[in-house]
């Protein structure tokens, strides 16, 4: 198998090291909800998540073997419907 055939698994593997160490300070009651973002990387054009855990592991994806979603904050997405 190669991992870099399936997004969601490359993605998991990339980030694996930082969430098990929980280098992100997340805790087991919002883990559930950081994986769905997680997944849903490869598979969507945008995410709006403040979430700092989320926000801390999108570095490590910059190698990625396929394109991720572009991450917004809730501001920035505000922002965008406020220029227009």
Do not use: Q
Request: charge should be negative.
């Amino acid at each position: 198998m190669n991992i870099n055939e399936l997004p969601s698994l490359a993605i998991e593997f990339l980030i694996a090291e930082k969430s098990w160490a929980n280098e992100g300070r997340t805790d087991w009651n919002t883990m559930v909800d950081k994986f769905h973002l997680i997944s849903a990387l490869p598979y969507v054009d945008v995410i709006v998540s403040d979430d700092r855990y989320f926000h801390s592991i999108l570095p490590a994806l910059k190698s990625a073997p396929f394109p991720i979603a572009r991450v917004l904050r809730f501001e920035d997405l505000c922002k965008r419907f406020v220029e227009s």
